[in-house]
């Protein structure tokens, strides 16, 4: 695993909101908000996947009625 370091500008209050809700001290609040930043951004693109999903079987059902009815 390679480590690199980082920085970031963020309001005071808002570090220090992170930090009582985690718990952590500020490297590893940070830490634990990106990776769950992380994992949220990848399970909104497979709950978006599945709508679009959903929306084409709708369109194709749609499709095949109007097909046959002519």
Known sequence: MRYVHAQTVIKEEKLEEL???T???TKDALLEA???YLSCNLEMSHI???RIENS???IR???E???GEN
Do not use: C, F, P
Request: overall charge positive.
């Open 23 to 25: 718990g952590k001290n």
């Open 61 to 63: 059902e749609l499709k």
């Open 48 to 50: 978006g996947l599945k």
């Open 34 to 36: 990106i990776l769950h």
């Open 65 to 67: 009625e109007l097909v």
């Open 19 to 21: 930090k009582r809700r």
């Open 56 to 58: 084409l079987n709708v």
